[in-house]
């Protein structure tokens, strides 16, 4: 009998970072065999082909992989979430969205979050935005960054709401970095476009330099370097000179 709740916490730790794990020492499932054990009848061979397939790139694997959203395992499920992250696509954009209305389950969620996030599929904006909003905790944190990997700017202005609301300093952090890369998208587009969303999102992140968290306040100063707009870097200049000052005392 598996103990779904410490194989869940063991599925979290292997995605705790997504976008940025190590290569794998060990070779790699067969594919063609990891295909075949997605029909299994056995939980285990489902959930272990799911798994592989979230190290796996093979199109073959996106319907079954679809199809087992609706497995009545939570751990299959979250292995097919993670696994279509890997494997982004627009036919899955639609089940992933419907998946994450019904989902009942944190975990899940987490992994629907974030596969949202690398199709980069204009459907998952306003799914993504009512994660961020009213999901839990863990969940909201997922959504910060996906809407940074979906590359919408009209996300804009829920991330900075966010950034400035939210109670839990890690969904900040997320608020910040995601707005970074919004906002350089923004101008990129578009060099002379400084309108009131871009200044609200700017005036955010100068605030979020005085966040009670230091990472909150780590990620700022990073995004608003990044950005490399002329006032956030003049008071990035100014902390900068009084924290220098309050040293020689």
């Known amino acids: 009998m598996i103990d779904e709740d410490i194989a869940l916490l063991d599925i979290e730790t292997s995605f705790a970072s997504p976008l940025d794990r190590p290569e794998e ?9 990891m295909l075949a054990l997605l029909d299994s009848e ?23 992989l679809i199809d087992l959203l ?5 751990l299959v499920r979250v292995s097919a979430a993670y696994a279509l992250g ?3 696509s627009t036919t899955a954009v639609l089940p992933l969205i419907a998946k994450l209305d019904q989902e ?12 949202l996030g690398t ?18 905790a863990a969940v909201r944190l997922w959504a910060a960054s996906a809407l940074g990997q979906l590359g919408d700017l009209s ?15 890690a969904v900040r952090s997320n608020c910040a970095w995601s707005l970074g890369k919004l906002l350089r998208l923004r101008v990129a587009d578009a060099p002379h ?11 955010a992140l100068i605030g979020a330099l005085e966040d009670d968290d230091l990472s909150v306040q780590d990620d700022a100063k990073i995004t608003i370097r990044k950005l490399g707009d002329p006032r956030g870097l003049r008071v990035l200049e100014q902390i900068e000179i009084e924290q220098g000052y309050c040293d020689l005392f």
């Open 86 to 88: 890997r494997n982004p």
């Open 119 to 136: 199709c980069k599929d204009r459907r998952a904006l306003a799914p993504l935005i009512s994660a961020l909003k009213y999901d839990i």
């Open 193 to 203: 476009r400084r309108d009131d969303i871009y200044h609200d999102a700017l005036d």
């Open 25 to 33: 020492e060990l070779p790699r499932p067969d594919p063609d065999e």
């Open 70 to 74: 609706q497995d009545d395992c939570t």
């Open 155 to 169: 996300a804009i202005e829920s991330l900075t709401e966010t950034l400035q609301s939210d109670r839990i300093a």
């Open 104 to 115: 009942w389950n944190g975990y899940v969620r987490k992994g629907i979050v974030w596969a």
């Open 42 to 64: 056995s939980v285990l061979e489902r959930m272990q082909a799911a798994r592989a397939f979230c190290e796996l790139e093979d199109r073959r694997a996106i319907p079954h």
